[in-house]
């Protein structure tokens, strides 16, 4: 019989962002979770992070996902991470690790990087800037996101605009 991973849910993403905090993994929360903890619900089934193309980013990475039931990260070598491919774990819910998203990677989306406190717990993820540059690709599942960023935006720059000369 085939085993196939669920949907990630709230309380998934929650353990997984306390997991990686508490091994000091350097990451950035992107794609449809990130959207939802800047506030933009959208239906997502995996978590995708971003981190740095490093062994020593392997090894923590490894280690924070070791709290997912299934164990997939056994499976990891650390080393992989020095070669930038994006890597997939397929454990009881998938987490997307990503060396680069949409050809940006941790260290190109630094500058957009911000702290966010969702549900109680820090999470390391970039801003609506950062994260449109992420979504800019052909994906038709890409699409909706970017439209609902770039309205993000225009209303963040407007009410700025409108701020700054009222």
Known sequence: MEEYSRPATLEDLKTLLRSLNHHHV???LIG????AAHGYQRATTDIDIVVPASAIAGQRVKEALLILPDQAAKE???AWFEEGENIRIADA?????????NGQTYE???PYAQTITFEGIPV???NLEGLLLTKQTLREKDLP???IIERALEVMRTSRHTTESG
């Open 124 to 126: 390391s993820t970039i």
């Open 108 to 110: 190109m989306l630094r």
């Open 93 to 101: 819910f998938v987490v997307d690790v990503l060396l680069n998203a």
């Open 145 to 147: 996101d970017r439209i």
């Open 76 to 78: 990891i070598e650390p």
């Open 32 to 35: 449809g979770y990130a959207l």
């Open 26 to 28: 350097d990451y950035f």
